[in-house]
Structures are given as structure tokens and as C-alpha cells.
């Protein structure tokens, strides 16, 4: 429980376990990483552990980190039902996770929708031939095409998802239905034949306090917009979370690891995004305290 932390040093009495997710390039293995390097430099006999699955993350997949630190850390693995803090940089990935919360966890989640391909894998797609010049901008945004490179590759797939054939776009057997092919079409000629149903956000926010009252959905990506750059979200998210004194680390160490691992020409930016974030968090705690 985050009320076992003693607030007077950065020792702790009881081991505090995180969970981070999101969608690959959205920076949760960033963000992991400064929380990590904070609870080392705040209680140096503290243990920290960390287990990041990626999967395909590098191709806008589903990415979870398990973050624990405390005094008798061993397993880097979150238990189900022992979270203390969800963070969550995309809408639905903080429901897909839900079951690493309990009764005393706070969820952090930004309020974005960014659908990972590989939850629309099977649906169908089709190609209006009455609208389609046979430009070739779908294959170039095709993910499957992107790994393939033809039968004697070891690249798993055989075959392309679409190719041009007569002047016309058409779509092979191999696609999966992810649409990353629909922003590129320039006369919106792709279609979508079964439709993804996305939870709404009541749904997500509902199901969600059935098991913590401590859920706060927050406009992340909207406050980074106005920032002009929508890469912070990651760190103003971090920012939210160090804001409601949740988390049994300084706001000054975690800052401090900021400027160290994050690149210099975007520091100035993510560190106006971790004050941001700070400000949000501490106006959440306000309201709820």
C-alpha cells in the first residue's frame, strides 16, 4: 500500500510495485527507465527490478514494463492484483491490464485512442476499383510488406498483403486487416469490411473502478499539443503521476534523470512537459484528497 511509505526519507517499508503500457514509440520503456533510475539513486539499498515485453512494439504493438523497487525486490514480475500505480499512455491498454490493479492502485491513463494492428488482425479489407488509380501509396504503408522480402527470407511471411495489378491496388490473402493503408489512400477507395468496435470511454473508466476508485483519465496528448510536440506525453505522464504524491519518489531526483536520459535538444521540452504534468497531477490530487 502506498500508505506503508515513509514520507520522511526515500526508504520504504514495503515493496512498490508499477506497471507502465501503451502502444511501441509512445516512450514507455523511456519513461520505466527514469522511474528506475530514480529508486536507485534515492534509496541505494532499495533492489530494482524491471521486465519490459515489446513484442512487435517497434510497429505500434502493445508494450506493458513491470517496474518494482523496495527492500526484498527479487522477481522483476508485477503479481495480478498488485499495482500500485498504473500508467498507461493509451485508453484501452490501461483496460487491457486491468487485472494488475487492487482496491488501494492509482491508474494514470491518457486519453488516446491509438488501436495496435495487431488487435484488427482477420478482419477484411477491399479495394473500390472505381476509385483506385493504382498509385501504389498502399503498399508502402503496409506493414506486412514492410517485413516481406520475398520467399527466401526468414522473415516468417511468404507472401505481400497487396500489390498493384493492372494498374489497379489489390489486396492478397496475407493481409491482416490492421488499416494502416486507409490514411494513405488519396481517394479513400480502401474499405473496411468488419468494423473494430472500441470501447467507449465510460465502459473503460466504469470497468475500471469496479476495482479502484482511483482512476483518472486525463488529456495528455491534448496538453502536449499545445506544448507543440505530442512526443512528451510519455513525460508529462510521469509528471501526473509524481504530482499526486502517489509514488514514493522525489519530484526532484525523477527530473534530475530526465535530464540525463532524455536527449539534449528535446530536454528544454520535456522538462516544460514534466512541470505541466506536475501542475495536472497536483490539481487531481487537490480535487480527490
Known sequence: MVDNIKR???????DY??????????????ASDILAMAALEEGPENRVRTSQIKGMSQRS????VHLRFGPTVDSPLVAKGSADALLSLELAEGLRYMDYLYEGSIAI??????????SLQGQKVDVDPSLCYGCGNC???CQVN???KGNNDLLVLNNPASSVISGKCVVQESCTGCGQCFSACPRSAIELLEKTVYPELDQITNTL???TNNVFVVSATDLAKELGNTKVVN??????LLGTKKVPLSIRTVESCITRLVPTNLLDINLKAFQVGIKKGQEISAKNS
Open 8 to 14: 520522511g526519507d526515500t526508504s520504504l517499508d514495503k
Open 209 to 211: 473502478k469496479r476495482i
Open 17 to 30: 510495485n508499477m506497471v507502465l503500457t501503451g502502444i511501441g514509440g509512445q516512450g514507455v520503456v523511456l
Open 146 to 148: 514492410y517485413y516481406f
Open 235 to 240: 513525460i508529462l505522464l510521469l509528471g501526473i
Open 61 to 64: 504493438a502493445s508494450v506493458i
Open 109 to 118: 491513463i491518457n486519453n488516446d485512442i491509438n488501436i495496435p494492428p495487431v
Open 139 to 141: 503498399l508502402a504503408y
